[in-house]
């Protein structure tokens, strides 16, 4: 069997990893990166920390306009493919590189297999959701981390090649938790009670306003407040000549294993990302998600995370209902194996809808 992953930004170098070490005992990976992230601290870190294999191919398609970007995708990905003719393309979440990566194979006839299939936060403005539904839709073999994603394709009509399998990101965080310790933090200067922060959806940071209104949510916690920033927001932040609150400590871009010990040992983690709610929620810190809406409704359904948007006073009183907040029944809800499960359904192993 003969697959060709596709990944570009930073969560699927996380995912990818875990899927990779699986598939590779089973299949030949041509593992592809786009080239949409391309920092140091955005790409080349995730590799190294992770062991993930070097891309056999890097399409260096850079930053730009959603069209210009995912135009250059499509075009430099169906070149591979012609060259290749692998079973399968495996495409990873919610990015331009997901949704080029599916659409140039869909067109092709080779199958297209999407991890982390299903979500919606029922928003056509956000483009990830754009990606998620186009790619949803053209994809043989749909990987879907929780029962509601299964529910949300299904209410769609799409039914046919539908697996529940869990959720990777359980297996990424297994193959680094032993790394997790607190000599990271002393490295990173984090030293006593902090309260974790992360800003990048363009909802959030491109116009001015949203961004002005965020960076007052993180002024009126009662404590420090650590942020790694995005390149996106450091850029809005000089656009907008907006400046951080005096409790707020920027950071550079961190590393995954950085970002893991950071999570564990916070108070509390503000994020507007989803892989971040999961990873928060799995290593027992209670969320505050800066968002209208979640994906992931098992982490407030949980007890771990509540969805306040940008509104600084409903986001302090979320601190101090969920502080020390604990759910020992997390990996019920989030079961690891994902990543085994999904080999296996690749090569045709296990009966679709049948996973466990
Ligand atoms: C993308 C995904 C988003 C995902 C996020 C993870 C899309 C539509 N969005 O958002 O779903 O949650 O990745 O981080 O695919 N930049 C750099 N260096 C880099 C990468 C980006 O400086 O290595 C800057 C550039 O100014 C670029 C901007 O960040 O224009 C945005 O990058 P882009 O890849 O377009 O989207 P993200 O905001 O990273």
């Not at 297209?112 to 949803?136: C, I, K, Q, Y």
Request: charged share 25%; proline share 5%; glycine share 8%.
């Amino acid at each position: 069997m003969r697959v060709v992953s596709i990944v570009g930004a930073r969560p699927q170098f996380v995912k990818a990893a875990a899927v990779s070490r699986e598939l590779r005992t089973a299949a030949t990976e041509i593992l592809v990166h786009t080239g949409q992230h391309y920092d140091v601290g955005m790409s080349d870190v995730f590799f190294d920390e992770l062991v993930i294999p070097e891309p056999d191919l890097n399409l260096e398609v850079g930053s730009g306009t959603h069209g210009r970007q995912t135009g250059r995708m499509l075009e430099r990905i169906e070149e591979v493919l012609l060259e290749e003719r692998p079973d399968w393309v495996l495409v990873y979440g919610d990015t331009n590189s997901t949704l080029a990566g599916a659409l140039a194979a869909a067109k092709l006839h080779i199958h297209v297999a999407h991890v982390e299939a299903g979500l919606r936060s029922f928003r056509r403005d956000m483009p990830e959701e754009v990606n998620r539904v186009v790619t949803d839709h053209v994809s043989n073999l749909l990987f879907c981390p929780t029962q509601t994603a299964v529910d949300h394709l299904g209410a769609e009509g799409v039914t046919e090649g539908v697996m529940l399998v869990g959720d990777v990101m359980v297996d990424a965080i297994g193959l680094v938790r032993d790394r997790i310790d607190a000599d990271r933090l002393r490295r990173l200067r984090v030293d006593g009670p902090y309260l974790l922060a992360t800003l990048h959806r363009a909802e959030n940071v491109d116009d001015a306003q949203r961004l002005a209104q965020a960076l007052g949510v993180l002024a009126a916690m009662p404590e420090r407040v650590v942020i790694p920033v995005h390149p996106r927001t450091a850029a809005a932040m000089q656009r907008h000549d907006l400046t951080w609150p005096a409790n707020v400590t920027p950071l550079a871009p961190v590393g995954y294993i950085d970002m893991l010990t950071l999570v564990a040992a916070a108070d509390a983690v503000l994020t507007d990302s989803g892989g971040l709610q999961k990873e928060s929620v799995l290593l027992g810190t209670p969320c505050i998600t800066l968002r209208k809406e979640t994906e992931w409704v098992e982490t407030v359904d949980a007890g771990m995370n509540r969805v306040v948007d940008l509104d600084a006073q409903v986001a302090r009183e979320a601190l101090e209902e969920l502080r020390g907040a604990h759910n020992a029944e997390i990996e019920r809800v989030f079961p690891p194996g994902a990543s085994g499960r999904i080999v296996e359904a690749l090569q045709g192993r296990s009966s679709v809808g049948q996973p466990r």
